[in-house]
Nanobody, 116 residues
Framework: QVQLVESGGGLVQPGGSLRLSCAAS????????MGWYRQAPGKQRELVAT???????NYADSVKGRFTISRDNAKNTVYLQMNSLKPEETAVYYC??????????WGKGTQVTVSS
């Protein structure tokens, strides 16, 4: 099993920045891809960004050029640097780890609120 704990959420003004962290524990050796997803009230959960164990990244079109996902394998932690945040990006941000066998593990989420 894999446990994920997110941190770094909070309230930020439009145009501001936040850095989310997700620490993995447990059977970390089975993890291939890690990523961030978000779910706004009344909307479906959507992909924000993913990164593989080899460092390949994938981003939603809406965040390209503003968000950066990175991974510290020594610390078993994945980060999401979010710049130029918009009010419509207010959501609960979830960390996900996917094993080499394509099994998914989710964190409990961290709230990001973009508001003046």
């Amino acid at each position: 099993q894999v446990q994920l704990v997110e941190s770094g959420g909070g309230l930020v003004q439009p145009g501001g920045s936040l850095r989310l962290s997700c620490a993995a524990s447990g059977s970390i050796f089975i993890i291939n891809t890690m990523g961030w997803y978000r779910q706004a009230p009344g909307k479906q959960r959507e992909l924000v960004a993913t990164i593989t164990s080899g460092g390949s990244t994938n981003y939603a079109d809406s965040v390209k050029g503003r968000f950066t996902i990175s991974r510290d394998n020594a610390k078993n932690t994945v980060y999401l640097q979010m710049n130029s945040l918009k009010p419509e990006e207010t959501a609960v941000y979830y960390c996900k780890a996917e094993s080499y066998q394509r099994k998914g593990y989710w964190g409990k989420g961290t709230q990001v609120t973009v508001s003046s």
